[in-house]
């Protein structure tokens, strides 16, 4: 947007590919140990807007961001843990400080 005063606007959308470290995902599941594992990868969708305000020495940008899965992030096994749920969705929304 145009630039009023010290401030500005902005919109932002885009997509995301997402890589979890702490997935377990491969850890050995079974009838006798109770676990739900979530998979490693996803893709989500982002929009959101944000806040321009140029300071005196530095630019200061506040972000508020909502995302959503377009994946299944369960990893589905035959045991009444993870077969009882059909689907689990990441949705996140973020705020984020910008200091430049």
């Not at 377009?70 to 009882?84: A, E, M, R």
């Amino acid at each position: 947007s145009v630039r009023f005063g010290n401030m500005r606007f902005y919109a932002i959308a885009g997509v995301r590919f997402s890589h979890d470290f702490a997935s377990n995902e491969s850890t050995e599941r079974g009838p006798l140990k109770p676990l739900i594992a979530l998979k490693k990868n996803s893709v989500y969708y982002e929009y959101g807007f944000g806040f321009d305000y140029f300071l005196i020495y530095n630019p200061l940008s506040i972000e508020f961001k909502m995302s959503n899965s377009f994946t299944n992030l369960l990893s589905t096994d035959p045991y009444i843990y993870s077969s009882s749920i059909g689907r689990l969705q990441g949705r996140l929304f973020q705020v984020s400080l910008h200091f430049q």
